[in-house]
């Protein structure tokens, strides 16, 4: 608590400075929102145990409070973050067709992210870190989503550790 009003006074500073009203430095809330993407989207947050999602399949479980869908398949969980590459919308799930949807340009991309028909060399949806709090060995170990911390397929990120978690046998 002792370095708080050290903290007011920088930020004082900074915008006496020309240093405008600090969204340089925090984002524009209503940038954000035009968006649709809350402060709380930024968060990371637990999903539990590892073991909860090491059934294949695709869970929508955060995808309204975090904007942040769980897919689990091939031996690993991936956490794909709900907001359209290009445009900054939100991208929702379309049952029927079994795609996700970017609700401005109606871009598609499949259940694990990767961009759906036309120009596929388009961005696909971003994976969020995913960290352990414990050993990754553990079948319980508790998983944490940081969809502040974003790997890009067309960046060749995908195949980074962080990206996803990998079962090993027994968790699956």
């Not at 009203?21 to 929102?33: H, I, M």
């Not at 596929?120 to 960290?131: G, H, T, V, Y």
């Not at 060995?137 to 790997?151: A, N, S």
């Amino acid at each position: 608590m002792r370095f708080l009003p050290h903290v007011a006074v920088v930020c004082l500073l900074l915008t006496l400075s020309g240093c405008g009203d600090l969204s340089d430095v925090w984002g524009n809330p209503q940038d954000r929102a035009k968006k649709g993407l809350a402060d709380s989207d930024i968060a990371s947050f637990e999903i539990g145990s590892a073991s909860k999602w090491a059934e294949p399949g695709l869970y929508l479980d955060y995808a309204n409070s975090h904007g942040v869908a769980l897919k689990s398949e091939h031996g690993m969980l991936v956490a794909l973050l709900l907001v359209g590459p290009e445009t900054g919308a939100k991208v929702r799930y379309d049952r029927l067709a079994n795609l996700f949807r970017d609700t401005q340009s109606d871009e598609t991309f499949t259940t694990d992210g990767v961009k759906w028909g036309g120009d596929e060399d388009r961005p696909s949806l971003a994976r969020c870190r995913i960290r352990h709090l414990g050993p990754v060995d553990d079948p319980e170990v508790e998983l944490i989503v940081d969809p502040g911390k974003l790997f890009r397929q067309e960046d060749r990120q995908w195949s980074k550790a962080a990206s996803n978690h990998l079962f090993v046998d027994g968790q699956e």
